[in-house]
């Protein structure tokens, strides 16, 4: 992962006809995954870092963070950021628990503890962190000019 | 316009995860973890309502890589001690060994059959792939392995037996066991879980010591089985006159115990015994464990043949006896 990826996002605005696109009240958007490490301090103690992750293994917990701006003069109205589950992934919960999960694909949305699934059995049985593919924030308020701020999830890799 | 090209991506995504997955949801179905090689991408979108309409926009992507983990297991597959006997050849021990790492590793295999603390040392004749994969050791059919030419190359969570194939010295005695190891290591490397080799990993990534330590060793015994056959003959005098004193016409009736001791089994045994001279056979009086025989040769085991009787016990566990009794007259 770039950082470099991300600052190409900027030209890519840019390109959005003005007609269409009202340039003054764009909201960016930038995608970060780290991979959570537990490393020894030089006392014993054990502590949590987040790293470039530049090696991955099953099992390892990653951190994704998105980030939103409101770089217009407008406010953005009903603004919802929504990120797909990468596939080898497993949903292992947000920061401030205010999201709704998808568990099928993106057709139908929920509080997790709300959904259910139908299981390799074919019975239909409570959904699972395991089970979300897609993760969605809704703001229920409209994005101030200038403001932003930044979802952060957590998943596993299968 | 523009709008609708974020809009595109995020039905593609589904889409394809749609087909690869079933529901959007399943993950390769592998104890390993998720294949080294494969691509993990997240592209977050957000949208928002403007005067002019609704606008979705994408993040950019950030794609990182899964690493190969290195790891392996192996476990001796015997339900226990195999048998042996002193100078035998041909024993075959059998070992399972399993990539449980996610990526495509050969593995490196390294049999141990002089092992410290046990009662004597078999000799290596051959490790050999079960290439047929039933399980079964078949001379003939299954590879014999050597080591760096015909490493075997196994899939995630894939695994194969491997045997071990040995000869037993003509020293050790009944009870004695020996103990044969197989090490299996991953030819990308092994050592201390975290351990990196940069690049090499299945799948362009790195390759990383997994728990195991990216290899594995078990072992197996071998038990040595040494029956030993002990025969007792005893005789008992009736004289006519219902004493016991040896004279013409006197009976003597013949018993012979046979024992085996040790442990596992003797087979075709045969208990055979000269009539002495002087003496005459009384026909029909072999027995068997107290069941008479015939003196033909048929198909029970009894038989004289004019000179000498016999018995075909045919096997004969350890700590079984067998009892044979005839009777011959003093001329």
């Known amino acids: 992962m770039k950082k470099a990826v991300f600052t190409i996002f900027a030209p890519f605005i840019a390109i959005l006809p003005v007609s269409a696109a009202h340039a003054a009240s764009q909201v960016q958007l930038s995608s970060d995954v780290f991979v959570e490490r537990i490393k020894q301090k030089s006392d014993g103690t054990l502590t949590k870092i987040l790293e470039e992750p530049k090696l991955v293994t099953p099992g390892d917990n990653l951190v994704f963070v998105v980030n939103f701006k409101n770089a217009g003069e407008k406010p953005a109205e009903k603004f919802v950021v929504t990120n797909p589950l990468p596939r080898a992934v497993a949903f292992n919960g947000t920061s401030d628990g205010l999201e709704t999960v998808s568990v099928d694909g993106g057709k139908s949305w929920g509080f997790l503890p709300n959904l259910r699934i139908q299981g390799d059995d074919g019975k239909s049985r409570p959904a699972l962190m395991a089970d979300v593919t897609h993760i969605r924030w809704n703001l229920n308020q409209p994005l101030p000019a200038g403001s932003g701020g930044k979802l952060i999830f957590r998943g596993i890799v299968r | ?331």
Do not use: H, W
Request: net charge negative; hydrophobic share 40%; aromatic share 6%.
């Open chain 2, 1 to 331: 316009m523009s709008g609708l090209i974020p809009f595109k991506t995020v039905k593609a995504a589904c889409f394809a995860a749609s087909i690869l997955g079933g529901l959007c949801v399943s993950a390769p179905a592998f104890a390993a973890g998720t294949l080294a090689g494969t691509d993990i991408e997240n592209i977050a979108t957000a949208s928002y309502d403007t005067p002019s309409g609704t606008i979705e926009i994408d993040s950019n992507r950030v794609v990182i890589k899964v690493d190969e983990l290195l790891d392996v297991t192996i476990t001796n597959s015997d339900p226990g001690d195999v048998n042996s006997s002193p100078g035998a050849t041909t024993n075959v021990q059998r070992f399972l060994v399993t990539n449980s790492g996610n990526g495509e590793e050969a593995f490196r295999l390294t049999p141990d059959l002089n092992v410290a603390g046990d009662d004597f040392d078999p000799t290596l004749q051959n490790l050999v792939l079960d290439t047929d994969g039933n399980g079964l050791y078949d001379p003939g059919v299954d590879t014999i392995y050597s080591a760096g030419s015909n490493d075997p190359v196994l899939q995630p969570d894939q695994s194969i037996t491997v045997f071990v194939i040995s000869s037993t010295p003509a020293t050790p005695a009944d009870g004695d066991r020996a103990e044969v190891s197989l090490t299996a290591a991953a030819v990308t490397g092994t050592g201390t879980p975290g351990t990196t080799f940069a690049g090499a990993g299945d799948g362009g990534g790195d390759a990383v010591v997994g728990t195991t330590g990216a290899d594995a060793t078990d072992s197996g015994f071998l038990a040595i089985q040494a029956a030993i056959l002990s025969l007792i003959k005893s005789a008992a005098v009736a004289d006519p006159f219902g004493g016991s004193r040896a004279v013409p016409g006197s009976t003597i009736t013949y018993t012979l115990v046979a024992t085996v001791t040790g442990s596992g089994a003797l087979t075709n045994v045969v208990i055979s015994d000269p009539i002495p001279t002087d003496t005459q056979y009384v026909a029909s009086s072999i027995t068997l464990d107290s069941a008479s025989l015939t003196d033909a040769a048929d198909a029970d085991q009894g038989n004289f043949n004019g000179s000498q009787i016999s018995a075909a016990v045919g096997n004969i566990s350890a700590g079984e006896t067998k009892t044979v009794t005839f009777k011959v007259v003093i001329q």
